[in-house]
Structures are given as C-alpha cells and as structure tokens.
C-alpha cells in the first residue's frame, strides 16, 4: 500500500450510503405503498373541498368576503388594498390558477397546525423534547427539496397531494419552533401564580399558556403561510396545478409572458396572506380592548341585532356608565 | 375560613445537586455557603430553618436578596420541595400530600401575592381575581360575586372589566391581593409584595394591607428585604442570612437586643425610636400621683396603649405640654405622659 492510499483511505473505500438509501426505499415502496395510498385520503379530501369551494364560488363574492373579513381584522384601509389585489388577479385572468394555488397552500397550512401546534407545545414545555426535534426540523427546512421529490412520488403517486405533502415537509418547522417559543417565553412568574393557585397541567396550557403564547403562533403559522408559497414552484414539478405550474411551464418553453404573469400571482397572493395574518397578530394592540364583534362589520349586525337582545338595557346602563367615568379621567390612582 | 398554623421543622433545601452531595454530612459539618459551593457545587438556599407562625400573625421574614427568603416561602405551598425537613401547615405535614391533595390546598387554604404580581394580561381585572375560583371549577356566578365583592375590600370596585395593562403598579398589586383573598384561604403567603412600587404607594399598601389583615385575621407569611417594613406589619421578625435563620422576635426585640453581629449591622441602620408609643414613655398612674403635681387629669386628653411617638409628639404640642391620660382596651386610665416622660423614653433609646 503506497504512502498515498494511506493519507487518503476513503479513495478505495467508502460507505455504500446511496446503495442503502435506494434498497431502503425500494423496500418500503414494495411493502408499504398501499398504507401510503391510504393515508392521502385526509389530504385529498381536504384539497378537494378546499379547491371545489374557492374555484365554484364566483369571483366577485369571493373579492367582497375576503374584503369584508380584511376590514373586520384590520380595517377599512387593508379590505380596500386586499380587494384591489384580488382585482388584479382577475384582471390577469389567473384567478381559476390562484384558487387552485390557494387551496393547495391553505390544505398544508392546516395540516401544518393540526400536526405543529401540539408538538410545538410538547417542545416548549419539554426540554428533551426539544434537543429531539431540533436536528430533525433543521434537516426539514434545510435539505433541498428535490432529494424528497423522488420518494415522495414513489410512495404517494404523483398529483396535488403528494405536492401538498412536500410542501408540507418543508413548511412545518416554524409553526413548531415559533409554537414551542412562544410556551417558553410565557413569563415565569405567570407559570407559578398558576401553579399556586392549584392549576393543573392541562389548566396551565390552556387558561395561561397558549393564550400567552398566542401571537408567537400566529407568527408560526404566517411563516408556514409563505414558505408553502415558496413551495408552490417545486411542487408543481410533480404534476401540481395552479400557479406554480404557470411558471414551470413558462420556464420550460422560454415563455417570458406565462412566467412573469404566474410570478405575480405568487408575490400577489403571499402580500393578501401577509399582511391579513399579520394584522391579525396585532389587532389586540390596535383595538385596545374591544371585543371583535362590536366593531367592524359584524358590529353593524349586533347593533341590528342588539334592542331585540334581554340584556340591551342593561348593556347601554353600563355603557353610560363607562362614559362617564371616562370623563372622570380614571386612568389614574383613586386617592384610597 | 379558620386561620391555620405554619411550622418549618429543620428545613434543608440545596439547589443544584449532583445527585451524590450526602446531605447528612453538609447538615453535621455545618459548611459555610462557599464551602458547600467548592466541594459539592450546589447552594444550600434554606439550612435548617425552624420557626412557627402562630394561627392569624403576621410572620415578616427579612433578608437580602440571595438570602432564601423567596425559596422558604414557597416550601409552604410546595411550589419547592424541601431536601430535608418537615412543614406542618395545620397539623399537617405538607410533604406527604399527594399532588391532588396539594392542588386543593392550594386553592383553598392558600393564597400568594408575588412581587411581579402576575396577573394574566388576556384577561379582566374580575377574571383575575377569580381565577382560583375558575380553577376549583366554581360556577360563573359564584365567581362574579367573590370577585366583586374582594374587589371591594380593596377598594377596587367598579375596576372589574377593565384590563391589567390599564391598570397602575399598586392597583395591579391590589389586585394580586383580592385574587389571593378570594378563596378566602387560612394562609396568606406574601412574596416582598410592596418592593416594586414607589414608596409613597408603598406606604399606602403597607397601612391598608394591616388593617385588612387585622380585620381579616388570617395567617401570614410576609417575605421582605425592608427592615422598616417588617416593622411596621409583623407580629414576628425573623432575620434571614445565606439560607439561615438568624434571630427570631418581635421588633422590638429585633431592634433592641440583636443577638448576631449580621442583626447587628442591620439594625444600625434603622432607628429604634420608631418603636415607641404610649405604653412604652408613660409613667404609671401612682407614680404621677407620688410625684405630685397635683394637676388635675379628668379634663385631660385621653389616648390608647400603642399610640405611636409621632403622635404623642404633635398631641404633646398641641396641648402645650400638659399630661395626657393614657387607657387601656378597657378605658381605665392606666398612665400619664408629660414632656419631660416622652424625653426620657426617648433618652434609653439613644
């Protein structure tokens, strides 16, 4: 053996990873494929209400609730921008592409919760848990996408929900870190007032912890929101529809003109998603105290609704009340 | 509810163990707190600390930060198990309560008031204070009412739907208290509840907080670094250093007679004529008679036992230093204070 074979020992051996990786695969592929085919139905069942719904209800309806719902979370200035958007991507006559787009990300984000929230409560509440996720969720949002392409497809077939799956993969770790994070940053102090006034775990998580940790996981889900976007692209590669199909077909034929038109239904749809997931983040800040349904639209129905209601007497004693006491001045100490 | 006694039996709790730290051998050798850090690389945060808070008292313990007064406090409610050592609270021995046993004593007997208060921002003033009610599963009403009505005593009625956050440090501190009062527990457990507020507020906290505590009669332990503090409201001092008890008595004998050097030093600081009152600077009522002066005494101002010196002061002036009858709890006239007897009481005192 020459000097160099020795420096050098991996030149003329080295682990056969790829070989296992491919026997591996092939071998749950052989033996699995029909628990994987059975468990698409949830994801397809979903996709498919989600798509149904968003592409059979006429545009314009769509364009007044989803403006309404802006101005109910965030005010009259968002709902006219959010409409306006919705305009243009009809205008750009992708609207049947961006439903179909939407309906695809929405299915992952839920599936995003439903599976990220209570790990990301585990994590937060548990620090063994969280040195086992970390590694995991780090590989999730790091390994490029087109390495879970192929086995993805192998054991799901190709569609909307193996591109759902994907984007999930890639979508869940923020909901689950921003999740855990929002648990441990509830402040100490509230964690044991809780205990000393005899709570138990489940009291705990669900009087302090989750409505403390509240906008972190909403921050999670915003950030499961646009990285599903980002998704759309890839997986449209295995035979997803919508928006990101746009783009691929445009890159592939050189067609500048369906590129670019796909491209700002994207950037179109995460400014929509954004800003009304952000404003619903900050709206506790920006309407004080108010409860949801006495402003905003829903707060002309309640007041429509409000003198037939037994208590409405009682409700405008109080407010009078409130008022005058306002007037008072009663931000400050009352001398004991 | 029935006011109950709280024991501390030779408490030991060390933080920071190694799981081989042979506690027995810290607890004969008596190692200092450096010590025991060096060789063992754990704190012991309470070194054997026994004492007895008697049913309805105000039992101040006073120590600097680092000093374990925060880590005994909360042996009581067991948010700390002890590493050695027994707490009987009413007769019984907290450590063997199973943890739903101690979750209903703790929202039933016992209530806590934290220094950071700790009121949970997401939800009313009246949420708040009811909290330990909604805990045990109380009904909607029965919570509505207890929360109005603790409100109330401390004088926060009307303040219920408002939120935390609109509310100023005493007010919030005001509330800790009627969310601690609310399941009207036996014991009160007070963590330096005051020490973050101004100290005119504080001052304000500290009259109220006695006179309710008087009325109420519930037993308390009073966690504080502030000498004065623990003056004006415990029945019992006991003066905490590096996880020990260092002397145990009423303030007077705190001030007084300190009976360790660390006391000592602290003491220094505060005057020991804040101490006196009428009892204290009144001459009996034969020997003002023996004296003889003859002075006529039924027209005289008459003032009760612990009037404090502050007022003996001002009352002494404004009647241009003539005698004052003092009366005991029965309105028998007990003693008399003259100029010259306030001067002399305050004479021993320097």
Known sequence: MSLADILDPFKSWHLPFSQWVQDVLTWVVTNYRPLFQTLKWPF?????????????????????????????????????????????????????????????????VVFCMIVGIPLGVIAGRSERAAAIYRPILDTMQTIPSFVYLVPVVMLFGIGNVPGVIVTIIFAL??????????IRQVPEEVVEAMRAFGATNNQLLFKAQLPLALPSIL??????????????????????????????????????GLAATGGIGIVILAVILDRLTQAAMSRRRQFGH??????????????????YSPSATQDWKAAGAELLSQNKGNDYERPA | MKAHSVEFKDVWKVFGTGSKLDLASVQRND????????????????????????????????????????????????????????????????????????????????????????????????????????????????????????LELVQLAGWGD?????????????????????????????????????????????????????????TTLFITHDLDEAVRLGHHIGVMKDGKMLQIGSADEILGSPNDPYVEKFVQGSS????????????????FRTVGQGQPLADAPRLRLDTPIEELLGLSNRHGNTPMVVVDDGGADVGVITASSILRGVHERL
């Open chain 1, 44 to 108: 397809d069942k979903l996709l498919t209400a989600f798509n149904l719904g968003l592409n059979g209800i006429p545009p314009l309806v769509t364009i007044v609730f989803v403006g309404l719902v802006a101005w109910q979370i965030a005010g009259w200035r968002l709902a006219l921008q959010v409409a306006g958007l919705l305009v243009v991507v009809g205008l750009l006559g992708i609207w049947g592409e961006t439903m179909t787009t939407l309906s695809l990300v929405f299915t992952a």
């Open chain 1, 173 to 182: 770790p923020p909901v689950i870190r921003l999740t855990a994070l929002g």
């Open chain 1, 219 to 256: 921050a999670g889900v915003n950030q499961t929101l646009m990285m599903s976007l980002s998704m759309v692209v890839v997986a449209s590669m295995i035979a997803v529809g919508g928006l990101g199909q746009m783009v691929l077909r445009g890159i592939g034929r050189l067609d500048v």
């Open chain 1, 290 to 307: 108010v409860a949801w349904y006495r402003r905003g639209p829903a707060s002309v129905f309640t007041t429509m609704l409000r003198p």
């Open chain 2, 31 to 150: 190692l200092s707190k450096a010590a025991l850090l060096e060789k063992y690389g754990c704190v012991a945060a309470v070194a054997g600390v026994s004492f007895k808070v008697e049913a309805g008292e105000i039992f101040c313990v006073m120590g600097l930060s680092g000093s374990g007064k925060s880590t005994l406090v909360r042996h009581v409610n067991r948010l700390i198990k002890p590493s050695s050592g027994q707490i009987i609270v009413g007769g019984e021995d907290i450590n063997q309560k199973s943890e739903n046993e101690m979750r209903e004593l703790r929202a039933r007997t016992m209530g806590m008031v934290f220094q950071n208060v700790a009121l949970l921002p997401h939800r009313t003033v009246r949420d708040n204070v009811a909290l330990s009610l909604e805990l045990r599963k109380a009904s909607v009403r029965q919570r509505r009412e207890i929360a109005e009505e603790k």
């Open chain 2, 162 to 218: 408002r939120y935390p956050d609109q509310l100023s440090g005493g007010m919030k501190q005001r509330v800790g208290l009627a969310r601690a009062l609310a399941a009207d527990p036996a014991i009160l457990l007070m963590d330096e509840p005051f020490s973050a507020l101004d100290p005119l507020i504080r001052r304000e906290l500290q009259d109220q907080f006695k006179a309710l505590s008087t009325k109420l009669g519930k």
């Open chain 2, 272 to 287: 020991r004529l804040k101490l006196l009152k009428a009892e204290t600077v009144m001459l009996p009522l034969e020997e």
